[in-house]
């Protein structure tokens, strides 16, 4: 038991402790774009949403240059999607961007709610894993301590999401340091709460 406590303490360690460290740097530094960028023209409209504080006004634009479109569509019928899109380009690229915007908003919040809800699942099996421990049944609530470690590692561990949703990105990064240094705290907290248990115990039996 006690083989598997120090490779799971120095694995988990090492993991939490390093994705700490990462986070805070992303956090701080941001995303690092090249400053020579051969489509910036083409990407000037996205920018200009990305910066956009309020999703509720990027929605209310959305649904207006949505209207205008189906209006052109309605107008046109003659006009094939090509010709529609090469006449009112400004309009569409805006559209497309409030479009790949709102989706990104939408992701990243839908990522920071399942990141607490199954972190909280995780706690609660560490929870439930301790008391067991503590009640002599030591594998039993190493098969609840370990999994729920595991549940805490996989959603503190390094986001894929990129590109847009910059303020809801900042949010989804701060929750991963908080989750994680929480993690780490009660990792090593249960270590030396192991520890002392199993002093007392040798000290009973000596």
């Known amino acids: 038991m006690r083989a598997l406590q120090v490779t799971f303490l120095l694995i988990l360690g ?17 995303f690092e774009e090249s400053i ?7 990407y000037e409209v996205t920018e200009q949403v990305r910066m956009e504080e309020s ?19 309605k107008s046109g019928a003659a ?22 915007e709102l989706r990104q908003r939408e992701n ?20 439930i894993g301790s008391i067991l421990y503590t009640r002599e049944l030591e594998w039993t609530g190493m098969s609840l301590i370990v999994p729920g470690f595991l549940e805490l590692s996989w959603w503190s561990a390094p986001s894929f999401t990129l590109g847009g949703a910059v303020r809801e990105y900042d ?12 993690a780490f705290v009660l ?11 199993r002093r007392k115990a040798q000290a009973r039996s000596s």
């Open 14 to 30: 090492c993991l939490f402790s390093t994705q700490a460290i990462r986070h805070v740097h992303v956090y701080t530094i941001g």
């Open 36 to 42: 020579v960028d051969p489509a910036a023209a083409f």
């Open 55 to 73: 999703t509720e006004e990027l929605l209310a634009e959305y649904e207006s240059t949505s209207e205008q479109i189906e209006e052109l569509r």
């Open 108 to 127: 990243v919040t839908r990522e920071i709610r399942d990141l607490w809800i199954f972190s909280i699942a995780g706690l609660f099996l560490i929870g």
């Open 171 to 182: 949010v989804l990064l701060m929750n991963k340091i908080v989750l994680t240094i929480v």
């Open 79 to 100: 006009e094939d999607q090509f010709s529609l899109r090469q006449g009112n380009m400004e309009l569409f690229a805006r559209h497309d961007a409030l479009a790949s």
């Open 187 to 197: 990792l090593y907290s249960l270590w030396f709460f192991a520890q002392r248990r």
